[in-house]
């Protein structure tokens, strides 16, 4: 099969690298290193300058495709799908990374299913069999039950998403400037769908939304009684520089917005630390946070199964816990 | 309006149980459901349903014994249900799945709307939906959380991404993929649950379907699963009790130290 090199799909909002494209570019230069073979990382986008473009350079990439276009200010996956579809024709490449984002997890299966290739969702693992050189993905399934490795032995290109935060951003290695090359790549306009409009958007008020890009996540459960009592827990995130999660129950009682929960028909998340604060960790819970780095438990049941997954532990009542945490925290500040 | 509704049956999640030595999900004495989050698709399709008419058809691929949960979505207020089922089918990866399903809804004909669910909760990986717009090239709109207009020719809806609320509008027909928030299922009403008891399931097979049975089942799948495994999950947490004010100051000051320890600090 004549397919080389590996692709990430970088994203960009605003004119803004996004750093999920920098934790692929981690992933890929392990993976093109095993391989012998490029790097190249492929920018759909709007006002992204081959200045800002470099950052993808310096930290790994050996080429940059960038396409900038009007039209590909937002994320409409028809136009991303047909361009990306149109590179993957013209340069073969043998492997596809993007980030397990909303957008990353509508464009790939867009792609996978045109072009006949295999597609693994939401990978934590990625290696290279050493015998045949194909592309290991391992991911957890059935609420992170169980972990599976997947390969795809006969098609090309390999396609991956990987969960945002399962891996560091590769970091600015100076001495890689000018080592690579931007490529601004010119296509047809007859690749823009043009049936799917955005009209509007909302951002969101609240900045601290975006539970999966965080570093630190703090989760408020049933234990917090009610309402009110999550300023405990957004008092928490806030001296630790973290954001607030919520688990199933307190977003159907309507104490917090959905956006924030973390679980099975929730998100997933992956942070350095998760404290679960009066969460009794139900399996549909655990899911959502059981890969976290460190997690942090505080309830006032000893049997809760969130203890199984903490690396650390306090027995007892959050409303005692918590404040004198909160106290403590803020001394250390000071 | 006509809206067709692919749903997946899936294992409890509550109670799922692997046999420690083969590393494979135990499937005997756990229950199947409908998947979760194929509940909202059904609930919006019976939503509008009610306001502007139509036919909800729901459909399935999977083992005889999928019939129930087609039967189930028919309770709740679908008209149809169609099963796709036989050997040809057996080691779907999401492509397969994907053809079939987009086949059969193909084989339906005269659609508006597909609504399926954000992903499933067995398989997680969200990509059926998405293959099988794709596949259809009709739009396809993810993660919808509000449906704000429908019209003959045209819907708008809310979309939750990472950064907020994305108003979009596409022509129908269109697929969307459903979250949580959009609205709460509905139980199944006494006079639904005896629709379903007597209603007859279509069953398609391939050849009924007119399939290429190369691009179906494990033949038709790219992807292999190499291994199966059970994560490391026992942390050796270290656990401290606060049952009064001395041990609750001397557990917080425990608690700061492993947080300065991680580097939190």
Redesign the interface.
Do not use: C
């Given at each position: 099969m004549n397919y080389k090199g590996v692709w990430t799909i970088a994203e960009a909002a605003g004119g803004e690298i996004k750093s999920v494209s920098y934790e692929l570019l981690n992933r890929g230069r392990k993976l093109a290193d095993k391989l012998g073979s490029e790097l190249i990382s492929v920018l759909i986008t709007n006002n992204v300058n081959n200045k800002t473009a470099e950052e993808l350079i310096l930290r790994g990439a050996d080429k940059v495709y960038l396409i900038n276009a009007p039209e590909l200010e937002n994320f409409i996956v028809e136009n991303y799908s047909n361009i990306l579809i149109n590179l993957i024709e013209k340069y073969k490449p043998e492997i596809i990374l993007s980030a397990a984002t909303r957008a990353g997890r509508t464009l790939m299966p867009h792609i996978a299913t045109r072009i006949n290739a295999g597609l693994t969702a939401d990978c934590t693992e990625l290696d290279i069999e050493e015998k045949t050189g194909n592309l290991l993905q391992t991911r957890p399934a059935i609420g992170g039950n169980i972990m599976a490795t997947i390969k795809t032995p006969d098609h090309r290109p390999e396609m991956a998403t990987v969960r945002p935060k399962s891996t560091k951003p590769a970091p600015i290695n100076e001495s890689r400037k000018g080592k690579g090359k931007i490529m601004n790549i010119e296509f047809d306009s007859s690749l823009f769908d043009g049936r799917v409009e955005r009209i509007a958007f909302e951002k969101n008020k609240d900045e601290n939304v975006n539970i999966q890009a965080a570093d630190i996540v703090v989760s408020g459960g049933r234990g917090l009684q009610k309402k009110e009592n999550f300023a405990l827990i957004k008092e928490l995130a806030d001296h630790l520089g973290g954001v607030v999660g919520a688990s199933r129950e307190t977003v159907d009682r309507g104490w917090i917005s959905y956006p924030h929960q973390v679980g099975l028909s929730g998100k997933t998340v992956t942070p350095k630390l998760y404290i679960a604060v009066g969460i009794s960790g139900a399996i549909q819970h655990l899911a959502g946070m059981k890969t976290s780095d460190t997690i942090i438990a505080i309830n006032k049941d000893p049997e809760a199964p969130i203890f199984k997954v903490a690396d650390f532990g306090i027995i007892g009542d959050l409303f005692e816990v918590i404040p004198e945490l909160n106290e403590s925290l803020k001394k250390e500040v000071e | 309006m006509n809206i067709v509704i692919p749903i997946k049956q899936v294992?409890e999640?509550?109670n799922?149980k692997?046999d420690e030595e083969t590393?494979t999900?135990v499937r005997e004495g756990v229950e199947s459901i409908i998947n979760?989050?194929d509940l909202y698709g059904i609930e919006i399709g019976i939503q509008l349903k009610e306001k502007h008419g139509g036919k909800i058809t729901v459909i399935t691929m999977g083992p005889p014994s999928a019939e129930k949960a087609l039967r189930e979505a028919i309770a709740m207020g679908c008209d149809d249900g169609i099963l796709i089922s036989g050997k040809e089918f057996a080691g779907s990866?999401?492509?397969a799945t994907?053809?079939t399903i987009a086949k059969s809804i193909k084989k339906i004909g005269n659609f508006d709307l597909i609504l399926a669910g954000e992903r499933a909760?067995?398989?997680?990986?969200?990509?059926?939906?998405?293959?099988i717009?794709?596949?259809l090239d009709i739009?396809?709109?993810?993660?919808v959380?509000n449906i704000k207009k429908v019209t003959d020719n045209s819907i708008?809806v809310e979309?939750?991404?990472?950064?907020?609320?994305?108003?979009?509008?596409?022509?129908l027909p269109a697929l969307l993929t459903l979250?949580?928030?959009i609205s709460f299922p509905r139980l199944p009403t006494l006079r639904g649950k005896q629709k379903a008891k007597k209603i007859d399931i279509n069953f398609w097979s391939s050849k009924n379907m007119k399939l290429d049975d190369k691009k179906l089942g494990l033949k038709g799948?790219?992807?292999?699963?190499?291994?199966?495994?059970?994560?490391k999950?026992?942390?050796?947490?270290?656990?401290?009790?606060?049952?009064n004010e001395d041990?609750?100051?001397k557990?917080?000051?425990?608690?700061?130290k492993?947080?300065r320890i991680?580097g939190?600090?």
């Open positions: - | 294992p999640t509550s799922v692997m590393g999900m979760p989050l990866d999401t492509w994907s053809y909760t067995d398989g997680d990986t969200g990509q059926v939906g998405p293959g717009a794709s596949f739009p396809l709109l993810t993660y959380s708008i979309r939750l991404i990472e950064e907020g609320y994305e108003t979009s509008k596409a022509p979250v949580k928030e799948s790219p992807t292999r699963v190499v291994k199966i495994y059970h994560p999950v026992t942390r050796n947490g270290k656990f401290v009790k606060a049952e041990s609750l100051v557990a917080v000051d425990q608690l700061v492993f947080l991680k939190v600090m």
